[in-house]
């Protein structure tokens, strides 16, 4: 199985919070990534990462902002959370060309 | 046109049926091609790479058309536990070694 890990699994949170969900790989990836997911729908890419210090934003507008100060951690914040972010948020890492792993996803809900 | 595209499904099909997905992807640069499984409220898993001279494992079998620009994937023998959404996942050469998601096959095998 690919070392890489996403907390908190589950967050149900007010609005106008901000929040910060974790990802860390050990696998010494230069590549992460984040996307977004509702069910039953695609991937959207919101953020990507080449290497340290290096961030960009995806193909889908977001309101969320990343950093990349670590190798093996690239964390998500959203500054102050809205009903609209709900949705399950995935983490991915990989080598150049090589195949994407996951983490398991944060399953975001904003009341 | 997306660049990379999939047939959503769903694909219904009995226990024991061989079933095939067709993936078409509109970069002639593309590089690395993957095919991901993809539970209900999971994140995606690497199934397996698609190399150029075609790929198997087990009942699996993976096939790149360069000329046509597509990828294949070819389940024998379905099992129930194969429903699931398969992904398409496409690399292209040089820029910005981003991969593209297709959106999914959606496959449900029934007793």
């Known amino acids: 199985e690919a070392d890489i890990y996403q907390t908190p699994r589950y967050l149900v949170i007010g609005t106008g919070k901000k929040i910060t969900l974790e990802c860390s790989q050990t696998?010494?990836?230069?590549?992460m990534y984040w996307y977004q997911q509702d069910p039953g729908m695609e991937l959207h890419l919101i953020h990507y990462?080449?290497?340290?210090?290096?961030?960009e934003k995806g193909d889908l507008s977001s309101e969320s902002t990343v950093s990349r100060i670590r190798t093996e951690h690239f964390p998500l914040t959203l500054e102050s959370a809205r009903p609209s972010h709900t949705s399950q948020y995935l983490c991915?890492?990989?080598?150049?060309?090589?195949?994407?792993?996951f983490g398991d996803g944060t399953r975001l809900s904003i009341l | 046109r997306k660049e990379v595209e999939q047939d959503p499904g769903p694909f219904n099909v009995p226990e024991g049926a061989t079933v095939a997905f067709n993936c078409t992807y509109s970069?002639?640069?593309?590089?690395?091609f993957f095919w991901y499984r993809q539970d209900c409220r999971k994140e995606p898993k690497l199934l397996m790479s698609?190399?150029?001279s075609g790929n198997e494992d087990g009942r699996f079998t993976a096939q790149l058309n360069r000329a046509s620009q597509y990828i294949s994937l070819l389940i024998r023998d379905s099992k129930l536990s194969d429903s699931a959404t398969y992904l398409c996942?496409?690399?292209?050469?040089?820029?910005?070694?981003?991969?593209?998601f297709g959106r999914g096959t959606s496959l449900i095998v029934h007793p």
């Open positions: 991915a890492s990989s080598g150049t060309h090589q195949p994407q792993h």
């Open positions: 696998m010494g990836h230069d590549k």
């Open positions: 990462s080449y290497g340290v210090n290096s961030t």
């Open positions: 970069n002639s640069a593309s590089q690395s």
């Open positions: 698609v190399y150029s």
């Open positions: 996942v496409v690399h292209a050469s040089g820029g910005s070694y981003i991969p593209t």
